[in-house]
């Protein structure tokens, strides 16, 4: 009897032990599986933090460097020098940049980061400009941007006017040479531009020539009119954005800058960093505007900033190719540039929707003496109340030209040889990124 007790009290204690195992055993294995939870998620983790610092390597190194993936100038050294992080680009449009970075930690993590940035698209044309109408009359030889493109060997994809509205050209009736021409190694001896006769080629599409059907060329026939490649219309443009790399909202942040700059000036009847102060009308001319930017030149600034409407005359900025390029801004003001001779470098103007353009005009005549204007009260007529950029003479143009007028009219009227010159223009181009808000992405 006592040996039975026995026997039931060891199978008791042994069902007991195996109860307390097989409990031993699920905890042991709940608390392996949680370790090793924890280790991937560290190495998760991991992955993620060194695909975000791939990420912000790759925004800093295209900061400093100011170079772009797209340049050949650009190393790409965080996807190289970082160890498992590989580092992506892509371009959603014609100012944003889309940053993709792949990091893996250990044998399984792996984290992608996307983010986008956005950076001043620059200008990559003779003329850039968010407005209605450009307007041409005259015997205009534009010298375009052959691009980077090639449409086949030795042909490049030229571009010499990128427009949100349209391209249009008057004859004025009183020449046998009006028309506006792409000028290219094929036709140099037509017309060349500062700097002489033209190297590169354009391919047979990326050509315009345009004029007036009554009153067409001497050399010319019908046939030979054509609007091409290179003439880009009712495309979106921002061009405050591509040349300072930020919205217009921010111009006083940009204004500041330049007043900051030992070579930045600021013509303007404020007083900025102890710039500006100048006298203007009451319909916003600066009264001695083509005086003041003429001395702001001399002086050797190479940022010029005018606050208002500016007339310009008198081949104020010396001779026809010169190394001496400035960037000149007219902010919200019109701009009449009347013969003056030549301009090398960036010359941009903005003019808002809200600016009345028969007063401005009428002002121009009554209050403007310096320099001889190229209009009379007169003239301003309804055909002529919507310009807001007026150039007329004989005028050399080496750099490029930036418009923000939306709903207005860019004239341009004489003999005007306007030329694409990076060199001179992209010296003053922001092409600082800032990422886009709201682009964040990973998985």
Same mark, same amino acid.
């Given at each position: 009897?006592?040996?039975q007790?026995?026997?039931?009290? $060891? $199978?008791?204690?042994?069902?007991? $032990?195996?109860?307390?195992?097989?409990?031993?055993?699920?905890?042991?294995?709940?608390?392996?599986?949680?370790?090793k939870?924890?280790?991937?998620?560290?190495?998760? @983790?991991q992955?993620?933090?060194?695909?975000?610092?791939?990420?912000?390597?790759?925004?800093?190194?295209?900061?400093?460097?100011?170079? $772009?993936?797209?340049?050949?100038?650009?190393?790409?050294?965080?996807?190289?020098?970082?160890?498992?992080?590989?580092?992506?680009?892509?371009? +959603?449009?014609?100012?944003?940049?889309?940053?993709?970075?792949?990091?893996?930690?250990? =044998?399984?993590?792996?984290?992608?980061?996307?983010?986008?940035?956005?950076?001043?698209?620059?200008?990559?044309?003779?003329?850039?400009?968010?407005?209605?109408?450009?307007?041409?009359?005259g015997?205009?030889?534009?010298?375009?941007? +052959?691009?980077?493109t090639?449409?086949? &060997?030795?042909?490049f994809?030229?571009?010499?006017? /990128?427009t949100?509205?349209?391209?249009?050209?008057?004859?004025?009736?009183?020449?046998?040479?009006?028309?506006?021409?792409?000028?290219?190694?094929?036709?140099?001896?037509?017309?060349?531009?500062?700097?002489?006769?033209?190297?590169?080629?354009? !391919?047979?599409?990326?050509r315009?020539?345009?004029f007036?059907?009554?009153?067409?060329?001497?050399?010319?026939?019908v046939?030979?009119?054509?609007?091409?490649?290179?003439?880009?219309?009712?495309?979106?443009?921002d061009?405050?954005?591509?040349?300072?790399?930020?919205?217009?909202?921010?111009?006083?942040?940009? @204004?500041? *800058?330049?007043?900051?700059?030992?070579?930045?000036?600021?013509?303007?009847?404020?007083?900025?960093?102890?710039?500006?102060?100048? &006298?203007v009308?009451?319909?916003?001319?600066?009264? *001695?505007?083509?005086?003041?930017?003429?001395?702001?030149?001399?002086?050797?600034?190479?940022?010029?900033?005018? !606050?208002?409407?500016?007339?310009?005359?008198?081949?104020?900025?010396?001779?026809?190719?010169?190394?001496k390029?400035?960037?000149?801004?007219?902010?919200?003001g019109?701009?009449e540039?009347?013969?003056?001779?030549?301009?090398?470098?960036?010359?941009?103007?903005?003019?808002?929707?809200?600016?009345?353009?028969?007063?401005?005009?009428? !002002?121009? /005549?009554?209050?403007?003496?310096?320099?001889? @204007?190229?209009?009379n009260?007169?003239?301003?007529?309804?055909n002529?109340?919507?310009?807001?950029?007026?150039?007329?003479?004989?005028t050399?143009?080496?750099?490029?030209?930036?418009?923000?007028?939306?709903?207005?009219?860019?004239?341009?009227?004489?003999?005007?040889? +306007?030329?694409?010159?990076?060199?001179?223009?992209?010296?003053?181009?922001?092409?600082?990124?800032?990422?886009?808000?709201?682009?964040?992405?990973? =998985?």
């Amino acid at each position: 009897m006592n040996s039975q007790k026995g026997m039931a009290t $060891l $199978l008791i204690t042994t069902m007991l $032990l195996v109860v307390s195992l097989l409990f031993s055993f699920a905890s042991y294995k709940n608390i392996f599986y949680q370790i090793k939870r924890t280790q991937n998620e560290v190495l998760a @983790r991991q992955a993620h933090w060194l695909a975000e610092g791939g990420l912000e390597c790759a925004f800093s190194e295209m900061n400093a460097s100011s170079n $772009l993936p797209n340049d050949p100038a650009y190393m790409n050294t965080c996807s190289n020098n970082l160890a498992d992080t590989d580092i992506r680009f892509s371009f +959603p449009s014609s100012n944003q940049i889309k940053i993709v970075s792949e990091a893996s930690s250990g =044998i399984v993590a792996k984290s992608i980061v996307t983010k986008t940035a956005k950076f001043g698209g620059g200008i990559n044309s003779t003329i850039k400009m968010n407005a209605s109408v450009l307007e041409l009359t005259g015997s205009q030889h534009f010298v375009p941007n +052959p691009t980077e493109t090639f449409i086949s &060997a030795d042909n490049f994809a030229c571009q010499s006017v /990128v427009t949100s509205g349209v391209v249009s050209y008057i004859s004025s009736a009183s020449g046998t040479d009006e028309h506006f021409l792409t000028t290219d190694s094929t036709v140099s001896h037509h017309g060349g531009g500062p700097g002489g006769a033209i190297s590169f080629t354009c !391919d047979s599409r990326y050509r315009s020539n345009l004029f007036d059907t009554t009153n067409i060329p001497t050399g010319f026939v019908v046939s030979d009119l054509v609007k091409g490649l290179d003439i880009i219309e009712n495309t979106t443009v921002d061009v405050f954005q591509d040349i300072f790399g930020v919205d217009h909202a921010e111009w006083k942040t940009v @204004r500041s *800058e330049i007043a900051q700059d030992s070579k930045g000036d600021i013509i303007s009847p404020s007083v900025v960093n102890g710039k500006g102060g100048d &006298a203007v009308t009451a319909q916003g001319w600066i009264t *001695e505007c083509s005086k003041l930017v003429e001395a702001s030149f001399l002086a050797g600034n190479k940022k010029i900033w005018v !606050d208002g409407s500016c007339a310009l005359g008198a081949n104020i900025f010396g001779g026809v190719v010169s190394d001496k390029s400035i960037m000149l801004v007219i902010h919200d003001g019109f701009v009449e540039f009347n013969a003056s001779g030549a301009f090398n470098g960036l010359l941009y103007q903005y003019a808002s929707i809200a600016l009345n353009a028969k007063s401005i005009w009428e !002002d121009r /005549v009554d209050n403007i003496t310096f320099p001889v @204007r190229a209009f009379n009260k007169s003239d301003i007529d309804p055909n002529f109340l919507n310009v807001s950029f007026f150039v007329n003479g004989s005028t050399y143009i080496d750099g490029a030209i930036g418009i923000d007028a939306p709903e207005r009219t860019v004239r341009i009227n004489g003999s005007i040889i +306007p030329s694409y010159n990076a060199d001179k223009s992209g010296e003053f181009i922001n092409g600082k990124l800032t990422w886009l808000e709201g682009s964040w992405h990973d =998985i």
